[in-house]
């Protein structure tokens, strides 16, 4: 059975910086584009930052753009998300998911299950 180990999460503050890990387990990343993803307390979930399965296409969300990066380790069947300049609004719990490609995945089109998300707070 796979399961998405989302971790990393916690509380910063404003200006601060956290790194998300994400190793799902009965899975291999490989062939494979992943992407983070957010759920904020009474909003839908909504897609973050996406990377293709050779690393070669990228996309963020905008209102993260400049902020944040995307990047795995094959070798290690991780993927990971560094975030900057935190705000606020960034509180929410972060997922990751992988798919065929980042527009499918930006889609929604691809998920058959989701982990346990690693909560983010960011306070002023």
């Known amino acids: 059975q796979v399961q998405l180990l989302e971790s990393g999460g916690g509380v910063a503050r404003t200006g601060g910086s956290l790194r998300l890990s994400c190793r799902p387990s009965?899975?291999?990343?490989?062939?494979?584009?992943m992407g983070w993803f957010r759920q904020a307390p009474g909003k839908a979930r909504e897609f973050v930052a996406g990377?293709?399965?050779?690393?070669?296409?990228?996309d963020y969300a905008e209102s993260m753009k400049g902020r944040i990066s995307i990047y795995r380790y094959d070798a290690l069947n991780t993927v990971y998300l560094q975030m900057d300049d935190l705000k606020p609004e960034d509180t929410a719990v972060y997922y990751c998911?992988?798919?065929?490609?980042?527009?499918?995945?930006?889609?929604?089109?691809?998920?058959?299950?989701w982990g346990q998300g690693t909560q983010v707070t960011v306070f002023s």
């Open positions: 009965g899975r291999s990343i490989k062939n494979s584009a």
């Open positions: 990377i293709s399965h050779d690393a070669y296409y990228y």
């Open positions: 998911n992988g798919g065929k490609t980042i527009l499918t995945m930006k889609q929604f089109a691809d998920f058959a299950s």
